[in-house]
């Protein structure tokens, strides 16, 4: 079978699996089964299986950008059999390179900060903009690296390199780098496509930290509105204590599900402080006698009942509490007054002892 008829096996393989664990499962099975070469098989076997688990990472709350990082260039040197490799990302203006994460399999260990200036390296700032992979197998003498002998190459005891730029959303963002020690190295083709395909998983990784933060902000964004819009519904809503254990709410405007719930809240709130046996809700200044109105304004006098005052309605003459108790029924229960005045005067006299409620 050739290369290509296993490459459409390993397509739809993947395509037909249900999730990404069968689909891992289904390409593996692929890799394993037939192909001419058991090593270039195994080879691209485990090339696939690490592509697939840093696919997964991006679904992974807990892997961040810093995070991915750490794990795509950890898979380069294992993949790969090198000895470290880098993530570089170009500066704003891109006149230099900054190192996000290099790991070196000699010490184990993960660093970051290093800088490559474009004036200093002129000639391979320029070949990464025009090539899709870099295969430096003698580094020290290819034309497109050289400019590192002295002052990294040898130092380093580096041989070979193996680099992929990095593009995101339509520009030139940085670079895989993959250094290998000892002697030259002739790179496969295969390890030029799967090095190719970490600076895509690279890619991904900025792409999914991006969405993140415009997520984390949206959200941000959204949480003061609702603040905003809740205090702003305070506001319109006060709670005022206009008596001794009488409590008075002027409803102003159109009653929305915000304004009911910090209304609420705020006679909660006020209840519970002043000890309150009395609210008493002015409905003078409401914007209109609509449904939406009418079950607002039930649904916090039930509210204020179940928070153990009475409950009062002020500032409604006979033809709207009719029309209130059509749009409503429940408030039929309300002793309803045409001013606070009146609205006062009921709670104070039901107060006494001879007249308090039970």
Request: overall charge negative.
């Amino acid at each position: 079978m050739n290369l290509l008829d296993r490459a459409a096996r390993i397509a739809a393989a993947a395509r037909i699996a249900e999730d990404p664990d069968r689909a891992r499962a289904r390409v593996l099975a692929e890799l394993m089964c037939g192909g001419d070469e058991t090593t270039d098989s195994t080879n691209l076997a485990r090339q696939l299986s690490a592509l697939l688990e840093l696919s997964r990472d991006r679904e992974r709350p807990d892997v961040d950008l810093a995070t991915a990082l750490c794990r795509i260039t950890e898979t380069a040197v294992d993949i790969l059999k090198i000895h470290r490799a880098g993530v570089w990302f170009f500066a704003p203006d891109a006149s230099s390179l900054e190192c996000a994460d290099l790991y070196d399999v000699a010490t184990s260990a993960h660093s970051s900060g290093g800088v490559l200036y474009r004036c200093d390296f002129p000639i391979y700032f320029a070949t990464l903009a025009t090539t899709r992979v870099l295969d430096a197998g003698d580094a020290r003498n290819d034309p497109r690296t050289r400019e590192f002998a002295e002052i990294y190459f040898r130092r380093h005891g580096v041989a070979a390199t193996l680099d992929a730029p990095i593009r995101s959303r339509g520009g030139l963002s940085g670079v895989l780098c993959c250094e290998y020690m000892g002697d030259p190295r002739v790179w496969t083709d295969d390890e030029m496509a799967f090095v190719a395909s970490l600076a895509d998983a690279v890619t991904l990784a900025l792409e999914t930290d991006r969405r993140r933060t415009a997520e984390r902000d949206l959200l941000h964004k959204m949480s003061v509105i609702h603040a905003q819009r809740q205090e702003i519904a305070r506001l319109t809503s006060p709670v005022l204590e206009i008596w001794d254990s009488v409590l008075a709410v002027p409803l102003i405007g159109q009653l929305d599900a915000d304004r009911q719930a910090a209304t609420i809240g705020g006679l909660a709130e006020a209840i519970s402080r002043q000890q309150a046996a009395w609210v008493i809700l002015d409905l003078q200044a409401l914007e209109s006698l609509d449904a939406t109105n009418a079950e607002s304004v039930a649904q916090i006098a039930h509210a204020v009942r179940r928070l153990g005052a009475g409950c009062v309605l002020s500032g409604v003459t006979p033809d709207v509490v009719t029309q209130l108790i059509a749009l409503s029924p429940d408030l039929a229960r309300l002793p309803a007054t045409p001013s606070l005045k009146c609205g006062l005067q009921h709670c104070l006299h039901r107060s006494c002892p001879e007249g308090q409620l039970a």
